[in-house]
């Protein structure tokens, strides 16, 4: 029997994610100190815990609704009313995800046939790709490198006049792994495109409270709320990672199909998270900003440090990592120049290429731990570089 081969050949296209298989080639290095993963160095708030041990007791332990509970969904509809004065119905347009992991593959399970094209301005976060390449879709990704790492109008509609089988655009702001974001300006400039051809925009916007531009965090959906998906959770606002809640906003028409997708993934996500989840967007709204001050005083002193050892750094408008241009003179590829850093001094970043071929020549470094290990990291960098010129 040759089972392997009945397999789902579209397998073939995807492989385990490369910031996990990095992570865990350099995990046994004794005494490696990590600087990779998108997890908050932050406990979730306590009022939060409070709220999840509460539904437990009071035996809160039932499947919910299969787009989540109806006050969550109505705190996500207030949420984004009082943000962006976006309107969506608790009832229809709201869906509650296990993260945005779930968010993103039951929206593109949902849309992408064989042979769609799916357009992301890159490098990106490498989740989209595997349950596009699983549905036979078709990745076009749009070098972002000479602009800031931002999309322009130019490159997108220049994409879009090339690209007949587009079906959506996947915007994330702020991104993950750059920290670029758009300005509310740059972003109706690229609706106007958008609203141009018949396609989705999927806005993944699950870092939108750590937006550090003094506009703050603006949604494409404001423009073109018809095309738009917007994906968004709780794991980095809260520092809820563990516990599996995202959510999808868009029109009632596409929500009720999403939602057929998503029941039959999932069912609902878990009862005890969605109260988690309540509490947190009830009365925690001020829980991201304590965070956030912490990873503004990272990131500048991230910014500083890099461009002192001669990488090139622009500086990140949100999220909590720092994508920098590895300086000329090392001459390894961006994974052997980080696994023999690694062996050599125990502190690890991701290499670029975990983010597509225009992320090579570049490091992710996540700041999302503390200022200690932050400061030690740097200084480990600096030493290594000494040593490698010598
Ligand atoms: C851009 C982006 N989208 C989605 C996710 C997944 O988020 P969740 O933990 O809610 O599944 C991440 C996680 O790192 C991310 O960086």
């Not at 392997?4 to 100190?33: M, Y």
């Not at 997708?261 to 878990?270: C, D, G, I, K, N």
């Not at 970043?349 to 932050?374: H, L, Q, T």
């Amino acid at each position: 029997m040759d089972l392997k081969n009945r397999l789902n050949k579209n397998l073939n296209k995807i492989t385990v994610s490369a910031i996990r298989l990095f992570d865990q080639e350099v995990s046994t290095i004794p005494g490696i100190q990590k600087l990779t993963l998108g997890e908050p160095n932050f406990f979730t708030p306590d009022h939060v815990k409070q709220a999840a041990i509460k539904s437990i007791q009071d035996n809160q332990n039932h499947y919910t609704h299969n787009a989540g509970l109806i006050e969550l969904r109505q705190a996500i509809a207030d949420f984004y009313q009082e943000k962006y004065a976006l309107k969506f119905r608790a009832e229809d347009e709201i869906l509650t995800t296990v993260g945005v992991t779930e968010a993103i593959s039951t929206v593109i399970y949902s849309i992408i046939e064989a042979n769609d094209q799916i357009l992301i301005p890159a490098p990106a976060y490498p989740g989209y790709g595997a349950p596009i390449l699983l549905n036979g879709g078709e990745i076009v990704e749009i070098d972002t490198r000479s602009e800031g790492f931002l999309l322009t109008p130019y490159l997108l509609d220049n994409t879009l006049k090339n690209s007949p089988r587009a079906k959506a655009l996947i915007l994330n702001y702020p991104s993950n792994p750059t920290g670029a974001s758009y300005s509310r300006e740059q972003l109706a400039q690229l609706a106007k495109v958008i609203s141009q051809y018949n396609i989705f925009v999927i806005a993944d916007e699950v870092y939108s409270e750590l937006s550090y531009s003094l506009e703050g965090h603006h949604s494409i959906a404001e423009f073109i709320p018809e095309q738009t998906i917007i994906l968004n959770g709780l794991s980095k606002s809260h520092a809820m990672t563990g516990w599996r809640i995202g959510y999808i906003l868009a029109q009632r028409e596409l929500i009720s199909e999403f939602t057929k997708t998503h029941q039959y993934l999932v069912t609902a996500a878990s009862t005890t998270s969605q109260y988690a989840a309540l509490e947190a967007l009830r009365n925690g709204k001020d829980d991201p900003n304590v965070m956030k001050k912490a990873y503004i005083e990272r990131r500048d002193f991230l910014v500083k440090s890099l461009k002192t050892l001669n990488f090139q750094v622009i500086n990140p408008a949100g999220a909590f990592y720092i994508f920098a241009k590895i300086p000329e003179f090392v001459s390894l590829n961006s994974h052997d120049f980080l696994l023999d850093f690694a062996k050599k001094k125990s502190f690890a970043f991701i290499p670029g290429s975990a983010f597509g071929k225009f992320g090579e020549g570049y490091v992710r470094i996540s700041y999302a731990s503390s200022m200690e290990v932050i400061k030690s990291a740097m200084s480990a960098l600096d030493d290594y570089l000494k040593e490698y010129l010598n």
